[in-house]
Nanobody, 118 residues
Framework: QVQLVESGGGLVQSGDSLRLSCIGSGFTISSYWMYWVRQAPGKGLEWVSSINTGGDRTYYIDSVKGRFTVSRDNAKNTLDLQMNSLKPEDTALYYC???????????WGQGTQVTVSS
């Protein structure tokens, strides 16, 4: 059974840091591109970051560049998102997701809530 489980969210103040983690089970993440996607209250899904299978190529939405860092540990089957200099506009439910290269996302986690107060 494929599962993605996120953790690490919380309530922080503007300027603080958080580290989100996502652990995969029932599959080997090394075969998959992995993503972080967020959904702010009352808004649609927003792609945040991608990382390729080897972890040597990363991509970010402009609004988080220089503040967020995505990484993966294929040996531990985990995906992380280090978030620094958090802003109130980063408040959202953060999901991790997977896809095969050039394919659509086929599994999502349940999400972890990040709330940044001003």
């Amino acid at each position: 059974q494929v599962q993605l489980v996120e953790s690490g969210g919380g309530l922080v103040q503007s300027g603080d840091s958080l580290r989100l983690s996502c652990i995969g089970s029932g599959f080997t993440i090394s075969s998959y591109w992995m993503y972080w996607v967020r959904q702010a209250p009352g808004k649609g899904l927003e792609w945040v970051s991608s990382i390729n299978t080897g972890g040597d190529r990363t991509y970010y939405i402009d609004s988080v560049k220089g503040r967020f860092t995505v990484s993966r540990d294929n040996a531990k089957n985990t995906l992380d998102l280090q978030m620094n200099s958090l802003k109130p506009e980063d408040t959202a439910l953060y999901y991790c997701a997977r896809s095969l290269r050039w394919s659509s996302v086929d599994y999502w986690g349940q999400g972890t809530q990040v709330t940044v107060s001003s």
